[in-house]
């Protein structure tokens, strides 16, 4: 297990990952593999660990240090490349920020709230990372912000800023947002939560349009079953941090075979 090779690993790959918020063990030797161009969701009650999972795939969070990294693992690799790294006294061990950021750009997120630049419009708010991050040409970066805000049904809200727009649609400005970037893997965090009810199935829609229309590698935290059972290929279940079941939406949804599983399923139903 701990002679791994980089031909070995998954294209998402936690090896035995530890994440502790101080005296809180929230992943405790987690390990998990994800093909490219698997959509996964991720299900479980609140506080088994599935959004720190995604944030730290964003790095937003990073793995809690242990003795003789990889070996013992208590990493995750992206593509074959340890991708988390380890902070202890303010150093970074295991990968060096600048190969951190390159390897962030592979991923994009969607939150819960939105988290829209609120003094940008609709269009500034999609081009702003392709031209500061990836340095793309301005024009060219309004050239696929358009097609990407065309296919999200925003085209005729360019110029309006977020507080203008309704939930519903500034999450879809959000999932532009995020797919501007190009991205290999999209984190979705429980993106329908905060909206009112009427306004979920155009978000939705609009997902399964990015699932079916891309090979994009998918990570879904959502209570909405119906659309994990649409768009997902494999669901895994989590408890305090352990993954307690897992297999495709439609055995994990119509025949759950461990306790908690069914448990979680007839709380949310
Ligand atoms: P889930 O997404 O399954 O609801 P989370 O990953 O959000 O679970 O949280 C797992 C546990 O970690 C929870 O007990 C939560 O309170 C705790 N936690 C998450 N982030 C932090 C943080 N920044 N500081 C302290 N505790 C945190």
Known sequence: MSNHTANDRKFIDFDRVVKRFGDLTVLNELSLGIDKGERVTLIG???SGKTTILRLLMTLEHVTPIKHAEENGGVIYLDGKPYSHTEKNGKLHVAHESELR???KKVGMVFQQFNLFPNMNVLR???EAPVHALKQDKDKAAERAKELLDMVGLSDKLDHYPSQL???QQQRVAIARALAMDPEVLLLDEVTSALDPELVADVLDVLRDVASSSDITMLIVTHEMSFAKD?????MM???GV??????PEQIFNNPQEGRTQDF???VS
């Open 238 to 240: 989590f408890d305090k």
């Open 166 to 168: 309704s939930g519903g």
């Open 102 to 104: 390159d390897r962030r």
């Open 265 to 267: 399923l007839r709380a």
């Open 45 to 47: 009650p609140s506080g």
């Open 243 to 248: 993954i307690v079941e897992e297999g495709a």
């Open 125 to 127: 708010n999609v081009t």
């Open 231 to 235: 768009v997902s290929n494999r669901v």
